[in-house]
Nanobody, 124 residues
Framework: QVQLAESGGGLVQAGGSLRVSCAAS????????MGWFRQALGKEREFVAS????????NYADSIKGRFTISRDNAKNTMYLQMNNLRPEDTAVYYC?????????????????WGQGTQVTVSS
């Protein structure tokens, strides 16, 4: 199995930028499709972005397309989410997740391992 740990969350003003990271340990990181999800207070967890094992294929939710960029560095066992032009509605706990078996990358049920999350708060 793989252990995931997010970092880099914090408080930022609207229009600002933040980069969150997901560090993996355990099984080789490169075998997993990776994803970012978020959950705002009182709402369901939702898909943000995903990236294939070698980083060649990415997928984004419409709500963040053009503002967020997902990337990974398999040599460092780390995935990133660069968030630009942040909005108050981006406020949420951001989770990284690993998918061992290929499946729809937007579906929570297809991810096998999850981190504990990191809080991102965007003030207006």
């Amino acid at each position: 199995q793989v252990q995931l740990a997010e970092s880099g969350g914090g408080l930022v003003q609207a229009g600002g930028s933040l980069r969150v990271s997901c560090a993996a340990s355990g099984r080789p990181f490169s075998i997993y499709t990776m994803g970012w999800f978020r959950q705002a207070l009182g709402k369901e967890r939702e898909f943000v972005a995903s990236i294939s094992q070698n980083g060649a294929t990415t997928n984004y939710a419409d709500s963040i397309k053009g503002r967020f960029t997902i990337s990974r560095d398999n040599a460092k066992n780390t995935m990133y989410l660069q968030m630009n032009n942040l909005r108050p509605e981006d406020t949420a706990v951001y989770y990284c997740a690993a998918q061992l078996y290929l499946g729809p990358t937007t579906a929570i049920r297809t991810y096998n391992y999850w981190g504990q999350g990191t809080q991102v708060t965007v003030s207006s």
